[in-house]
């Protein structure tokens, strides 16, 4: 299994460019999430999805949009990209709500800079 | 806001001593996590331990919760240099859905 893959590694745009950041998983894991890490702020949850066809907000969900059309993939799309959202962008996935189900499996981080 | 806070944010010791951090977080939980993540990697998955329990081990790890403080502690015992990494508690309250909040960590340097 190659585990939660995330493209690009590394991406530098200008404001107001849009980009879809990739996230995917081979593990059939049904929660999949996106978390953005900034410096001293840890990790802060964008959006996150329960099963195909269903997304849900997180912490911080401004500017961002997802979708989840098939259990492997979870892709996040800035719309409008802004200095405010360069970081590290971290997918994430665990098999089910179950109990003893929630390891969260993480990729490798996407680092993004915007201009 | 974060849900989890980690203490200290950063600690510095030598190889074979134990390192302990703490984590405190405001709500009610159904269990937290300990993850460990290296310089410009990915989080890894430590050690999880539930609302019911009150203390677990893996290997050098030792994770205790109180939750009557709202409070864990991750002990990692006789140290290494490999262990050198960020330190990360995640609070998981499931109330329909499942949400995850992470602390912003506890960065160690273990020194050889």
């Known amino acids: 299994n190659a585990g939660v893959t995330q493209t690009p590694k590394f991406q530098v745009l200008k404001t107001g460019q849009s980009m879809t950041l990739q996230c995917a998983q081979d593990?059939?894991?049904?929660?999949m999430s996106w978390y953005r890490q900034d410096p001293g702020m840890g990790l802060r949850l964008i959006h996150y999805s329960v099963g195909a066809g269903i997304t849900d907000q997180g912490e911080v969900p401004n500017g961002y949009n997802v979708s989840r059309s098939t259990t492997e993939d979870f892709p996040l799309r800035l719309l409008s990209a802004a200095p405010s959202q360069t970081s590290v962008y971290f997918c994430?996935?665990?098999?089910?709500?179950?109990?003893?189900?929630?390891?969260?499996?993480f990729g490798p981080g996407t680092r993004l800079l915007v201009l | 806001s974060q849900q989890g806070e980690e203490d200290p944010q950063a600690l510095s010791i030598q190889e074979g001593e134990n390192a302990t951090m703490n984590c405190s977080y405001k709500?009610?939980?159904?269990?937290l996590q300990w993850y460990r993540q290296n310089s410009g990697r990915g989080l890894v998955h430590l050690i999880l331990?539930?609302?019911?329990?009150r203390e677990k081990h893996s290997g050098r790890l030792r994770v205790t919760l109180d939750t009557s403080k709202k409070s864990s502690s991750l002990l990692i015992t006789a140290s290494r240099a490999a262990d050198t990494a960020s330190y990360f508690c995640?609070?998981?309250?499931?109330?329909?859905?499942?949400?995850?909040?992470f602390g912003i960590g506890t960065k160690l340097q273990v020194i050889p």
């Open positions: 593990m059939n894991h049904e929660y």
């Open positions: 994430a996935s665990s098999y089910s709500l179950a109990l003893s189900q929630e390891t969260q499996y």
């Open positions: 331990i539930r609302s019911n329990e």
């Open positions: 995640a609070t998981v309250f499931r109330r329909g859905y499942q949400k995850v909040t």
């Open positions: 709500t009610s939980i159904n269990n």
